[in-house]
């Protein structure tokens, strides 16, 4: 299995503030990286596919980077409908798995 | 837009078998290059990938599932279907289906469920 680990596990922020989460693999996993954001009781819903291609209809404030072992999914300006649990999940394998997600809260 | 919505017993006892049904709506699950998917979140912990099914029936599992994992597609209700045998409180979690993009290089889930959460307990 590929591991991904997140950093940090919880982020406190303000309104307009830039934030970043990190998801580092186990492995080099090339640019084989999505973005979720879920807020309790509803569908996750899909950020970023490939480390850094904005989904249809995700604001711009949301950006991807990084390749390899090292992604970074940055806010550029916290808006309070962003409060969320954000997750970074790999396909570079058949067998998929997920970070242990990025609580963001306000 | 594809909407998904998980529909099963919110309540299974230890050893049985766990049924969850996901129906298909704004699109058509035998239309496009999509798998269709199962993932899990127990209580407090991350997401676990539980496998997927093409509109052909093919499937991919999990290999720490695959031993007690069946998924199988109903094109003509638009529906896929999760059972998961001799279920125990560890299987206890919200179980959320999802349409799974796998295409050119790409491989996302672009459409998630709500989420159904499934108890084992007797």
């Known amino acids: 299995d590929i591991h991904l680990t997140q950093s940090p596990s919880s982020l406190p922020a303000f309104i307009g503030d830039r934030v970043s989460i990190t998801c580092r693999a186990g492995?080099?996993?090339?640019?084989?990286v999505n973005w979720y954001q879920h807020k309790p009781g509803t569908a996750p819903k899909l950020l970023i596919y490939?480390?850094?291609t904005l989904q249809s209809g995700v604001p711009s404030r949301f950006s991807g980077s990084g390749s390899g072992t090292e992604f970074t999914l940055t806010i550029s300006s916290l808006q309070p409908e962003d409060v969320a649990t954000y997750y970074c999940?790999?396909?570079?394998?058949?067998?998929?798995?997920f970070g242990g997600g990025t609580q963001v809260e306000i | 837009q594809v909407q998904l919505q998980e529909s099963g017993p919110g309540l299974v006892e230890p050893s049985q078998t766990l049924s969850l049904t996901c129906t298909v709506s704004?699109?058509?699950?035998?239309?496009?290059?999509?798998?269709w998917s199962w993932i899990r979140q127990p209580a407090g912990q991350g997401l676990e990938w539980i496998g997927r099914?093409?509109?052909?029936?093919?499937?991919n599992y999990n290999p720490s599932l695959a031993s007690r994992v069946s998924l199988s597609v109903e094109s003509s209700k638009n529906q896929f279907s999760l059972q998961l045998r001799s279920v125990t409180a560890a299987d206890t979690a919200i179980y959320y289906c999802?349409?799974?993009?796998?295409?050119?290089?790409?491989?996302?889930?672009?459409?998630w469920g709500q989420g159904a959460l499934v108890t084992v307990s007797s």
């Open positions: 999802a349409r799974h993009v796998v295409a050119a290089g790409l491989d996302y889930f672009d459409s």
């Open positions: 704004g699109g058509s699950i035998s239309s496009g290059t999509y798998f």
């Open positions: 099914v093409y509109k052909s029936g093919g499937t």
């Open positions: 492995q080099d996993i090339n640019r084989f």
């Open positions: 490939s480390a850094s």
């Open positions: 999940q790999q396909s570079y394998t058949a067998l998929l798995t």
